[in-house]
């Protein structure tokens, strides 16, 4: 395969910007993937600042992201980019992603994935029409006890899957920190950058991807209770909803971003006929296991006994915590060793291909419009899936 590290260009994450930091620690984690361009900001001179700031040379440091892609694309093949990440609000993720991959690049990409679900299913097209492969930064789907909760159900352990429940709380917009200027709320809050959807947008589509995730099933019909709880905020920052899935079990998702104190406690439990798991994104290392007739199991990652899926997925041995980059990097990782081996002409292995892709992508953008439909109207009970 291709002997050296993937060239990543990136589109936004420039100064200030937690998300772009996350992006590019994740990328260089192990040594698969160096940078070397990038659009950091609508603003030149922030890009400027930006790109010096990552040591890159003035003119691999660009305007906009018409001219980063124009530019690179005409560059000599062992020069240009191999790839774009990006990181911005997400009513620029369709047009980057888009042209990206018209001129020949793959693509990581921000979730979600668009800023509508009608651009959601023209960006699947242009990968089917490219070729190219498309990463959805799904962050908790990379990590290695994720991996191994959904190996066991795959395999049967717990029986047929009754039950679902999957809570993500955060207490950071219980008030207006989107009127300060410097907060990274202000496009998450704003329905002309952001889409429809506020927080089921933001943290909402990585519940609901989690929970399908680890099942294997599918979200079939919802029946949600949406609130904008902060007065003078225009999208909705609490929510919950009842779930039905295609393999029978059924499900309850809340995401809020208003309970005050909570910080970042993604948790999800899912029940079989004969036990299940709890899984807590703040204790990431640690997979509860229980039983209907034996003791509750701890398994912790790291050690000979987890699957190949969660090996695949570790780097240190167990009683070393891994987190919430590494498991960013996983991402990065599998959608690198993907992509070097496509562009060798070889079949990726089947470890590499575990990332999210554009049609988690398009899951994630039904799941805003069903729950938007469901939330609005409160005569109606249930929601079919919207396609």
Request: net charge negative; with cysteine.
């Amino acid at each position: 395969m291709i002997n050296r590290k993937l060239r990543m260009g990136m589109i936004g994450g420039g100064k200030g910007a937690f998300i772009g930091a996350i992006h590019r620690a994740a990328a260089l984690m192990d040594n698969q993937i160096e940078l070397v361009c990038g659009c950091f900001s609508s603003k030149p001179e922030v890009s400027l600042a930006s790109g010096r700031e990552y040591f890159l040379p003035d003119d691999r440091i660009y305007t906009s992201y018409q001219q980063m892609i124009e530019r690179e694309a005409a560059l000599p093949e062992e020069r240009r980019m191999d790839f774009v990440s990006i990181v911005t609000p997400n009513q620029l993720h369709f047009g980057p992603a888009a042209m990206a991959m018209e001129h020949g690049f793959d693509v990581v990409l921000d979730k979600p994935i668009t800023f509508s679900l009608e651009e959601a299913y023209r960006l699947r097209d242009k990968v089917e029409q490219t070729g190219r492969t498309l990463a959805l930064t799904h962050t908790y789907s990379g990590y290695p006890g994720v991996k191994e909760a959904r190996e066991r159900f795959a395999r049967g352990d717990f029986g047929k899957i009754r039950k679902i429940f999957v809570e993500y709380t955060q207490g950071w917009l219980s008030t207006r920190v989107e009127l300060d200027p410097a907060s990274n709320a202000g496009w998450r809050t704003d329905p002309s950058r952001s889409g429809k959807a506020g927080t089921m947008g933001d943290i909402g589509t990585h519940a609901l991807q989690l929970a399908e995730y680890i099942s294997g099933q599918r979200c079939t019909s919802l029946c949600a209770d949406l609130r904008t709880v902060v007065e003078g905020r225009l999208l909705d920052d609490d929510g919950a909803a009842l779930l039905r899935f295609d393999g029978g079990a059924t499900g309850v998702l809340v995401a809020t971003q208003v309970a005050a104190g909570e910080e970042n406690p993604l948790t999800i439990r899912i029940y079989g006929e004969k036990g299940g798991i709890e899984w807590a994104q703040m204790e990431p290392n640690t997979l509860y296991v229980k039983w209907n007739d034996r003791p509750m199991e701890v398994v912790c990652t790291g050690n000979a006994y987890m699957g190949a899926a969660a090996k695949a997925n570790t780097r240190t041995p167990g009683g070393h915590p891994e987190g919430y980059i590494e498991a960013f990097a996983n991402i990065y990782r599998n959608f690198a060793r993907t992509v070097r081996a496509r562009r060798s002409g070889e079949a990726p292995r089947p470890e590499w291909t575990d990332f999210p892709d554009v049609n988690d992508g398009i899951r994630g953008m039904q799941f805003i419009e069903t729950i938007v439909k469901s939330g609005s109207d409160d005569d109606r009970k249930w929601t079919e899936w919207v396609r």
